[in-house]
């Protein structure tokens, strides 16, 4: 069974930082394209930043651009995000989402976390 694990959320003051991580079973991560999404109370859910399989490439919503880190263990299997100088708009339930095609090429795999919660507060 594929799936993906969040961990690493919490409460952090303004101008904080926190890891999330996002351990994955069933299939391998590097093989995979890995993002980060993120939705906050009352708004839609939000591609916070994104990292290829293959080559490894990043791309960042323009919001966290600068503050976010999204990175990949492969032999932890493991994806996470680093988030510095957050901010209260930060605040929001964060979510590992993995897509790509199985080993054997008959089935793509949208894999969703169920999310971990983020609070930027004083």
């Known amino acids: 069974q594929v799936q993906v694990v969040e961990s690493g959320g919490g409460l952090v003051q303004p101008g904080g930082s926190l890891r999330l991580s996002c351990a994955a079973s069933?299939?391998?991560?590097?093989?995979?394209?890995a993002n980060w999404y993120r939705q906050a109370p009352g708004k839609e859910r939000e591609l916070v930043a994104s990292l290829t399989g293959v080559r490894g490439s990043t791309n960042y919503a323009d919001s966290v651009k600068g503050r976010f880190t999204i990175s990949r263990d492969n032999a932890k299997n493991t994806v996470f995000l680093k988030m510095n100088s957050l901010k209260a708009e930060d605040t929001a339930v964060y979510y590992c989402n993995a897509q790509g095609w199985r080993v054997d090429g008959t089935q793509f795999d949208d894999i969703w976390g169920q999310g971990t919660q983020v609070t930027v507060s004083s």
């Open positions: 069933g299939f391998t991560f590097s093989r995979y394209a």
